[in-house]
C-alpha cells in the first residue's frame, strides 16, 4: 500500500482537475498501509515475546526503523505548512526523504516472514505461501516503479 500511495501522490498531483482527489487517496492508501503495519508491528513483538530461544536482530532493527518513519510521517501530516508558507519547501524535502527510506526499507529486506512462516508451521499451506510470494512481488516491483 505504500508504493500505491506514492504513486498516486507522485503521478496524480500533475492533473489539475485531480487537485484535493490525489491528496485524499494518498493519504487513503498511506493511512492504511500505517495501521496494518502498527498491526505487523504489535504481532512482531508477540512473536519475539513468545520466542525465547530464536532472535531475529536484523529484521527487529529494521522493523523498528521502519515503524519511526512511519510514525515520523503521520506526525508530519500535522505539522504541514500552507502551500505559501516559506518553510513549505523543507518540510516536502523532509516527506520525500522520509517517504522514499520509509518504502525502501519496506520492499528491500529479504522475506525472512517467510522463513518465520516455513520455521514455525511444520506444513504450511501451499496457498499461503502463494499468496506471500505474491504479495512481496507485488511491493518489490511497485517500488521498482516509484524509484
Known sequence: MLPTGAIIARYLQVFKSADSAWFY???ICQTSAYIVGVGGWAYGLKLGHDSVAVEYDTHRAVGITIFCLG???VFALFLR????????????FYHYLV???????CVSPPPSWLYLTLRLSPSPSFPLLLFCA???LTYSLSSFSVL
Open 25 to 27: 487517496l494518498h493519504i
Open 71 to 73: 510514525t515520523l510521517q
Open 81 to 92: 505548512p500552507k502551500k505559501d508558507h516559506k518553510y513549505r519547501i523543507f518540510w516536502n
Open 99 to 105: 517517504g522514499y527510506a520509509t518504502i525502501i526499507l
Open 134 to 136: 505474491f504479495i512481496r
